[in-house]
Structure formats: structure tokens, C-alpha cells
């Protein structure tokens, strides 16, 4: 009887506490690392920039943007992303673009995508910021392209658009900064927005 | 049997397949070419190439990430990139997937043998991310270029080709250098005075 208590105490032990605490640690990673950005770090730029992904096979948008930073050294920026807005506060000097975009499970549907843009060379978003600032990587479009043969993946472009425009955009980033009390201590980049919406 | 001992069973088949299917993976790599040690050695239906790939600026220490995680490198594949560019030759001036590579170590003079057929270089990169997704970062080297070899030819020197890139790894530039006495001082050294290292500089298809 005490050996098959001990061979329930395991079983139970594995479904409910160690295989939940797999998932959930899975679960996590999803999410990825949090990047903290010191609110008094007056070198940081703010970068922004909006895919509109209606005709994307990935319905429901778009979930996260990783940009890259290539120099004085290689790291990666993970953006905040909102309806197609896609923006961060906290990028030192150097040069970056988007080299990743992609959308998470849905309830619908398991399926994750990944969206290249620029792994493979420099693309449009590509900026070389050497004073901080408020950069704006541009608006994009998703037009499917298609290979033409039935073994041939299909291709995309993200072809530049003029809407929303650079104000529109940077209008909402203030928006959310603003009412966000995460982000309302970042006094630096709110000033640096408005100083550039009054450019605009 | 007991729950553990099914669990263990149970696992190890998908693990199985995962393995098969990721030793398929890593042959996906590529079907390299051999570096030549011997003249003697060389099959008569192939040639020795002798050359040089260079990268400018080099690349950095991080600017490489090969090492995969969650990936068993069973083939040595991060180690097959590190610091080296991949160039394809075919017979005929058009790519073809994953055969008869090379992979030079950048600013490095190399020798291969290649097939004497394979009179075209058609396709060049260097490999900077290799996650469980596979090559997800490349630096693409334009190489579109034909090389004369003669049916007496041991060994053809094919110049030293400078890529120059920026920032976001575009190639901005392509160049060809004639090193041959560099080049010459090397196979001399390498294979002995009594070969003949014919220069024959690639040229633009």
C-alpha cells in the first residue's frame, strides 16, 4: 500500500507540479526578456514605425517587432506593438533596423509566424542614429508575392506607404506615454516627441 | 510496467525521429568540397582552386551566432561557418541547392578541389545566425563568375575577391585582386616547387 501511495505521490507530483511548471516556463519565455530603460539615461532614442499586415496569412496582426542593432555592437531591441504601431524608447547609438516581425498563437489557431525582413541585408527601416532623437522607420504595407510554383514558397514585400503618417504615429506613441503610468516617468523621450511633433 | 518506465518509451521514439530528422538537418549544410592536401592525390577529374575570400570590414567576434540553442550540432556545422564564407560551384552558370560547396576561411588563401567541370561560381555567403529555424541570418556575397580551366591544369588561381559591406551587411562593393605571388609563395609551399599554380582570374558571367 505505502508503494503504491509513493507511486501515486509521483504521478501526481509530475502532472501537476512538474510538467504545469514546464509549460509555464515555456509560457515565459514566450514573452520575451524584459529590457528595463533607466528613465534618467538621456543618450536614448525613441524609434517608431507602423506594418499594416491586412493582407498578411497571419490574421489578427502582428504581436511583436525585433530590431536590430548591428553597431558599435550586436544586441536586439524587442518593440512595444499596438494595432500595427510598433515602438521603442530606449535605443542607444548606432545602426539598426527591423530584422524580425511576427504574430503569437491566437485562440483560434497554434500557429506562430516569423516574418523576415532584414536578415539577409539592409532594408528601408535602416537607420544610423548617432544623436538621440526621435526616429521614425516608416510606415509599411504587407503585399503578398506570389512564387509562381506550386514547390516554391510564396515571398512577401513590405512596400512603403504614405498613412499613417509620421505625425499620426508619434501623436499615439505620445498618447500612450502619457496616459501609461509605466511610461509618464520617461520625461527624456516625451520631451524629445513633443519637440518633434511641433516639427511636423 | 510502470507509469515511468512507459513515460521513458514513450519519449524516446519522438526523440528518436527528432534526432533522424535533425541529422537531415545538418546535412542540409551542404555537400562540401575537400581542401586539397596533395597534387598527387587530386583525381584526375578534378582541380586544385586557389584563391582568396575576403570580408571587409571582418567580421567582429559577435557578429557570428552559431551556436544554436536547443540544437545538437552533431556535424560540427557552427564550426563549418565560423569565420568562413560558403561558395557554390556548378558546371552550369545557375544555383543548385546545397551541392558542391566550398568554405574558405575569410581572408585566408584556400585550395579545393573541385570537379574540372565546375567552371562556374554562382552563389556566395557567409552564415551570421544559425538558430533551431534554421540559417536565419546571412551576409549574401553577389558571385556570379566563370572560371577558364584547361583540360592540362593541376591547379588554377582564381585571385582574391574583396567584398566590402556596411553596416547592415549589404554588399556595397565587389573587387578582384591579382595576389598571385602571394598565392604562388603558398602552393609552393604547400604542394611543392615542381607544380605549376596557372593563374586564371575569375571573370564576370
Not at chain 1, 43 to 67: K, R, Y
Not at chain 2, 50 to 68: C, F, H, R, Y
Request: charged share 25%.
Amino acid at each position: 500500500m505505502l508503494i503504491r501511495t509513493g507511486r501515486w505521490i509521483k504521478i501526481f507530483v509530475t502532472l501537476f507540479i512538474i510538467l504545469p511548471s514546464i509549460l509555464l516556463s515555456s509560457g515565459c519565455a514566450l514573452f520575451g526578456t524584459e529590457e528595463s530603460v533607466d528613465a534618467n539615461d538621456k543618450t536614448l532614442s525613441v524609434i517608431f514605425g507602423h506594418f499594416n499586415m491586412e493582407e498578411a496569412p497571419s490574421w489578427g496582426g502582428i504581436d511583436w517587432v525585433s530590431v536590430k542593432q548591428y553597431k558599435p555592437k550586436v544586441g536586439y531591441y524587442q518593440a512595444g506593438v499596438d494595432e500595427g504601431l510598433f515602438w521603442h524608447i530606449g535605443v542607444t547609438n548606432g545602426s539598426i533596423q527591423v530584422e524580425q516581425f511576427g504574430r503569437n498563437t491566437r485562440f483560434y489557431s497554434n500557429a506562430t509566424y516569423t516574418y523576415n525582413f532584414g536578415s539577409k541585408g539592409r532594408n528601408e527601416t535602416s537607420r544610423i542614429i548617432k544623436k538621440p532623437g526621435v526616429y521614425y522607420l516608416g510606415s509599411y504595407k504587407y503585399v503578398p508575392v506570389e512564387s509562381g510554383s506550386f514547390f516554391q514558397p510564396d515571398n512577401f514585400d513590405m512596400k512603403k506607404t504614405k498613412s499613417p503618417s509620421e505625425k499620426e504615429l508619434l501623436t499615439l506613441v505620445l498618447k500612450k506615454m502619457q496616459e501609461d503610468s509605466d511610461f509618464s516617468v520617461y520625461k527624456h523621450q516625451i520631451g524629445m516627441i513633443k519637440k518633434r511633433l511641433k516639427q511636423l | 510496467m510502470s507509469m515511468f518506465t512507459y513515460m521513458n518509451k514513450l519519449l524516446a521514439l519522438p526523440l528518436l525521429v527528432v534526432m533522424i530528422l535533425m541529422s537531415h538537418g545538418c546535412s542540409m549544410g551542404g555537400q562540401l568540397l575537400k581542401e586539397a592536401e596533395s597534387v598527387k592525390d587530386t583525381p584526375k577529374g578534378e582541380v586544385i582552386v586557389v584563391g582568396e575570400i575576403e570580408l571587409t570590414p571582418k567580421l567582429a567576434e559577435d557578429e557570428q551566432q552559431l551556436d544554436a540553442s536547443g540544437v545538437i550540432d552533431l556535424f560540427g556545422y557552427g564550426d563549418m561557418n565560423k569565420n568562413r564564407c560558403m561558395v557554390q560551384f556548378n558546371e552550369k552558370p545557375e544555383a543548385s541547392n546545397y551541392k558542391s560547396m566550398i568554405n574558405p576561411e575569410l581572408g585566408k588563401i584556400f585550395a579545393f578541389k573541385v570537379p574540372r567541370d565546375m567552371r562556374y561560381i554562382v552563389n556566395g555567403s557567409v552564415l551570421t545566425e544559425f538558430t533551431r529555424h534554421g540559417n536565419t541570418g546571412e551576409i549574401l556575397l553577389p558571385a556570379w563568375f566563370k572560371i577558364d580551366i584547361k583540360p592540362t591544369d593541376k591547379a588554377v588561381y582564381i585571385g582574391k575577391i574583396r567584398y566590402t559591406r556596411d553596416d547592415f551587411n549589404s554588399i556595397t562593393k565587389v573587387e578582384l585582386k591579382d595576389d598571385y605571388k602571394k598565392a604562388k609563395k603558398y602552393f609552393t609551399k604547400k604542394f611543392g616547387k615542381q607544380y605549376k599554380l596557372r593563374k586564371s582570374l575569375i571573370e564576370d558571367i
